[in-house]
């Protein structure tokens, strides 16, 4: 039968890619997903973070790091192995239609405060660069988004996996060339390895750390990417997958590992050089606690060159995350309300928000990290789903969560819900 057929000899070049078992082509999800840890709400809360507190929560930006390898694993490995994004799976499971509409609308809210940060730090780096105007920065990043979006709809995975991935090589450079010219303290950097907190207010900014580094729209969106880039297939048993793919689940995720490793190694290296380039070069400057003060006070004190480099890789990041979010934040919508709204027309809509927030003069870096605050409380309800499912095996089968792996899953989980429940505590008793 036709369809039979289809499922068996599937397009050449995918079989071609897949089967190659070439690593290197099998790279490349991570790296988009992993936009998300660059986005400009982690340089404004590692910038502040390192500004006021110097090398304090150091420890902050490691365990982050290290629990967002895993959760990025796990959410890779759910698609690999199902063909379905995680919005997919959960609208499948929520029988009750009541129910996926309100975990629909709390995944909304944080995909909205997910954009709010991209498009205001692409619009604050416009206006560092060029002196545009905030809100005319926001929407030329909003139009650019729109640009890397429809690369993504006719060209395919492949190519938007390669613009972002020269947009991170950006960033990275943006972000870590001043830690050569300002060297961080050794000793300073052994001492923030120490878990500990002073104040309330480095409370929120670990949160804000943490909202930052692990992303609920990252752990939607990664699921999406594997699927969309290794053949989606809705409904098809593991054996059905590895025949259309030409390549087994197992290999995949083989490569997966290594697909989000070097993801994450980049991502937690550019975290941690952009907290210790502030700790070392801009503790106790004041008005360094915003991204203007913090590009200004590069400027005097390291030289125009790395404060250059700053902006340039902020502005990298704007439009590399801000078209991510867009792609996690369609997905959300179509696996939990089964709807399908253009990118396009999406990304227009999401942007109204953040553009408001440009135009009524609010402060950009205030607004940056109370946005990683929402997401930090985000985390949970996208993270125990995916530990639960991911550890099933009528979801993953042979390839579901070893008990290890769902105990460190488990850990995360409760380390990132408790503090958020401190961080609420903090907030309602004025503390």
């Not at 902050?60 to 698609?79: C, D, P, R, T």
């Amino acid at each position: 039968m036709p369809k039979a057929a289809s499922l068996e000899r599937p397009d050449p070049p995918t079989r071609r890619a897949l089967g190659s078992s070439k690593l290197a082509w099998l790279l490349g999800p991570a790296i988009v997903a992993g936009v998300a840890y660059l986005d400009p709400g982690n340089v404004a809360s590692n910038m502040t973070a390192g500004a006021r507190y110097g090398y304090l929560l150091v420890w902050v930006v490691v365990i982050g790091n290290v629990m967002a390898w895993l959760i990025q694993y796990l959410s890779a490995k759910l698609g690999i192995v199902t063909g379905q994004s995680l919005p997919e799976v959960l609208g499948d499971r929520l029988r009750n239609p009541w129910g996926r509409r309100a975990y629909w609308l709390q995944a909304e809210l944080v995909a909205m405060a997910t954009d709010i940060a991209e498009v205001i730090g692409g619009a604050v780096a416009l206006n560092l660069l060029f002196g545009v105007p905030l809100l005319w920065g926001g929407v030329i990043t909003g139009v650019v988004s729109i640009g890397l979006l429809l690369l993504q709809s006719r060209r395919g995975p492949r190519a938007f996996e390669f613009v972002i991935a020269g947009l991170v090589l950006i960033i990275a450079i943006g972000f870590v060339f001043g830690v050569f010219v300002a060297p961080p303290d050794p000793a300073g950097i052994a001492g923030g390895l120490v878990p500990r907190f002073e104040g309330a207010d480095s409370v929120l900014l670990a949160a804000s750390i943490l909202g930052a580094t692990i992303m609920p729209h990252a752990i939607y969106a990664h699921s999406a990417l594997t699927r969309d880039r290794f053949a989606p297939a809705i409904g098809m048993d593991a054996g059905t997958l590895d025949v259309r793919r030409g390549i087994t689940s197992a290999r995949l995720l083989r490569a997966t590992k290594w697909d989000v490793t070097i993801a994450m190694a980049v991502a937690g290296t550019v975290n941690l050089c952009i907290l210790l380039l502030a700790a070392a070069a801009l503790s106790g400057v004041p008005g360094t606690d915003s991204l203007e003060g913090a590009h200004a006070a590069l400027h005097d004190g390291i030289g125009p060159v790395v404060a250059t480099l700053f902006a340039v890789g902020l502005l990298a990041s704007g439009l590399a995350s801000t078209a991510v979010g867009a792609y996690a934040g369609a997905e959300i919508m179509h696996g939990l309300l089964r709807v399908r709204v253009p990118l396009i027309l999406r990304r227009l809509v999401t942007l109204i928000p953040a553009l408001v927030i440009l135009a009524i003069g609010f402060d950009p870096t205030v607004a940056l990290i109370l946005s990683q605050v929402v997401l930090s409380f985000g985390i949970p309800f996208a993270l125990v789903p995916l530990v639960a499912l991911t550890a099933r095996h009528d979801v993953l089968g042979d390839h579901r969560n070893r008990v290890w792996t769902t105990i460190a899953g488990v850990a995360a989980s409760v380390f990132l819900i408790a503090l958020n429940a401190l961080l609420l505590w903090l907030v309602l008793t004025g503390a």
